[in-house]
């Protein structure tokens, strides 16, 4: 009996050192590693930053360069015959920056077909200066609530959040329990917006440099006095989870209360359980109706493969994982002995999927490119 050498997979595992956040006037030299093996003739690696990220190259690896619009392109006509790239670019930050998310691509032809693979999103943060942190300490981190009824079961309820680190990520989750509808009238211009289970999900990449963030709905057909809540966020590059209590023992029925939820020594937040939180990894993708059975024939892999349906989506995930250190090994073995296209880590929080930081913030894990 023999066994088959596993293939490598190329532009799959790809290495960075970016850092998690970046001073204003700071330069930071950023190496990323592709693995090119069995790649041949044009590629090309593109890099998009933030608003207010310079950026200069320092290693191209004979590609042709260039930085516009904050986008970052690495192009070879012509591969080097090499099984490993290296480039490296020096990255700055002005006033302009506010903190962001990097997002990656990676274009290669392997056995004369282009293959397209993203790469999981970078947050990176703004560093803010010792007097500017100072300055913050005086801003204590609040969450208000505020209900404006109309009718006895509709009205408007307000979400303002103060004291939060410019830059930085954060998720504002409101429970409103069964009800007949809800509008959202203002976001404070979140990167993503969500409803699902009554739930409304609200989420900052990049938590805007405002003095406060306002999260305003309309509500009928509920129990609006017993809206819940919470907030996720880092705060002195620590992740903070902390609730917003519902109003149903403040307020009368009709009228307009708040409530606000702030830190508090004598009642500390209760730890997230890790056990919430998940990892698994996303081996494909498809509009198409394929079943697992079909996925691991195709692709000659004998583990557990799961299927999720979103939207016209067919999403196939394996693996378990309740760290995303694991995770991350999992796929870089699943990269070497599998021709997937482009393995990503998804993360999941009873049994919802979530942001990747998210649940590196709720469970207090480090990223691991």
């Not at 620590?238 to 606000?260: C, L, R």
């Amino acid at each position: 009996m023999f066994a088959l050498a596993p293939n490598k997979n190329a532009g799959i595992v790809q290495e960075h050192d970016l850092p998690g956040d970046i001073e204003v006037g700071q330069t930071h030299l950023v190496t990323w590693s592709l693995d090119i093996f069995d790649c041949e003739g044009f590629a090309r690696f593109q890099i998009q930053f933030p608003e207010g990220i310079d950026v200069q190259p320092a290693e191209t690896a004979n590609a042709s360069f260039s930085f516009e619009d904050g986008k970052a392109k690495f192009i070879w006509m012509e591969l080097p015959p090499k099984n490993t790239l290296e480039v490296s670019l020096k990255i700055a930050a002005d006033d302009r920056f506010e903190g962001g998310s990097v997002t990656q691509w990676f274009s290669f032809i392997r056995d004369g077909r282009r293959k397209d693979v993203e790469f999981e999103p970078h947050h990176l943060a703004r560093k803010e200066t010792a007097v500017a942190a100072r300055n913050a300490e005086s801003s204590e981190f609040q969450v208000l609530r505020k209900w404006t009824a109309t009718t006895k079961r509709s009205g408007t309820m307000t979400v303002t959040i103060s004291g939060h680190e410019p830059g930085q990520f954060l998720k504002l989750t409101e429970v409103l329990g069964p009800h007949d509808a809800a509008s959202i009238l203002e976001d404070s211009d979140c990167q993503i917006r969500d409803a699902f289970d009554d739930q409304l999900v609200f989420i900052w990449q990049a938590a805007p440099n405002t003095p406060e963030i306002i999260v305003k709905y309309t509500l009928r057909g509920g129990e609006p006095l017993s809206v819940g809540g919470r907030v996720s966020t880092i705060l002195d590059n620590v992740a903070v989870e902390q609730s917003i209590e519902a109003m149903e023992s403040m307020a009368e029925t009709g009228s307009s209360a708040s409530v606000s939820s702030a830190p508090s020594e004598s009642s500390p937040e209760p730890e997230p359980s890790v056990e919430d939180i998940a990892f698994r990894i996303q081996i494909l993708a498809t509009h198409a109706e394929v079943s697992t059975n079909a996925v691991k024939r195709i692709y000659a892999y004998p583990g557990d493969v799961r299927l999720e349906r979103h939207s016209e989506w067919h999403k196939f995930t394996t693996g378990y994982h309740s760290t995303y250190k694991a995770a991350r090994d999992n796929r870089v073995e699943l990269s070497t002995h599998h021709t997937f296209p482009g393995p990503f880590v998804a993360a999941y929080r009873k049994g919802q999927r979530i942001t990747v930081q998210e649940a590196l913030l709720v469970s207090k894990q480090n990223w691991i490119p």
